[in-house]
């Protein structure tokens, strides 16, 4: 199931490492997945998606995995930088007429100096 | 670079009264959405309008609330009488194509 509450799962790494972020979807119907980033007071904002008859999609320091075998989605965060430091949350698009998001718990990424 | 606008940032209201939260969508955009994010919690979809009428609503956007585009322009979320758990960030959502969607800064309701 999700977890729901006041405790995000957390990963620390060292500035220059890099990170993975890993997510889990439950629908096995979604054709589309996001990751968005949420700093601290802002709204989410997009980093990359993947449509469900892709394994892989590169960005800019980024790279998102799919495993629809196992429903689970991942993210990879190259050389991590402090600005990096934030909650990201995978998203998956419903096949409901309006496509609307349905996220997961998100993560907490704390980037150490 | 467009985004989509919220107000006001902050909103404290008592219970029972009613509150407008404010959005303006990218001008382009056709697909607006109102999604809330109580405080650690992930954000969780409340209700998207296409074509001025909305198109879905999930659980949690009961009778209480209300969406409207009055003037083709913006994008309002009412909640008619609030209640200590509608407490959260609101955001506000636009998108084109139904696929990536655009966020506000969002509006943190606290209810009294």
């Known amino acids: 199931g999700e977890s729901v509450g006041l405790h995000l799962p957390t990963l620390s790494v060292q500035e220059g490492d890099n990170s993975i972020i890993n997510c889990a979807y439950s629908?096995?119907?979604?054709?589309?997945f996001i990751w968005y980033k949420q700093e601290s007071g802002k709204g989410p904002q997009f980093i990359i998606d993947?449509?469900?008859?892709?394994d892989k999609r590169q960005g800019q320091r980024v790279t998102v995995l799919l495993n629809k075998t196992v429903k689970h989605l991942s993210l990879q965060i190259a050389a991590t930088q402090p600005g990096d430091s934030a909650v990201y949350f995978c998203?998956?698009?419903?096949?409901?007429?309006?496509?609307?998001?349905?996220f997961g718990s998100g993560t907490q990424l704390t980037v150490l100096p | 670079e467009p985004e989509v606008t919220q107000t006001p940032s902050h909103q404290v209201t008592q219970m029972g009264q009613e509150v407008i939260l404010r959005c303006v969508p990218i001008?382009?955009?056709?697909?607006f959405y109102w999604y809330r994010q109580i405080l650690g919690q992930k954000v969780e979809f409340l209700v998207s309008?296409?074509?001025?009428?909305?198109?879905?609503k999930s659980e949690i956007f009961d009778d209480q609330f209300s969406v409207e585009r009055p003037d083709g322009s913006n994008f309002t979320l009412k909640i008619r009488s609030t209640k200590l758990e509608d407490s959260a960030m609101y955001f506000c959502?636009?998108?084109?194509?139904?696929?990536?969607?655009?966020f506000g800064q969002g509006t943190r309701l606290t209810v009294v």
């Open positions: 998203a998956e698009i419903s096949s409901g007429s309006a496509r609307q998001l349905t």
């Open positions: 629908n096995s119907a979604s054709d589309y």
């Open positions: 309008f296409y074509n001025n009428e909305i198109s879905e």
């Open positions: 993947i449509r469900s008859n892709m």
């Open positions: 001008s382009n955009h056709l697909y």
């Open positions: 959502a636009s998108t084109a194509n139904r696929a990536e969607a655009f």
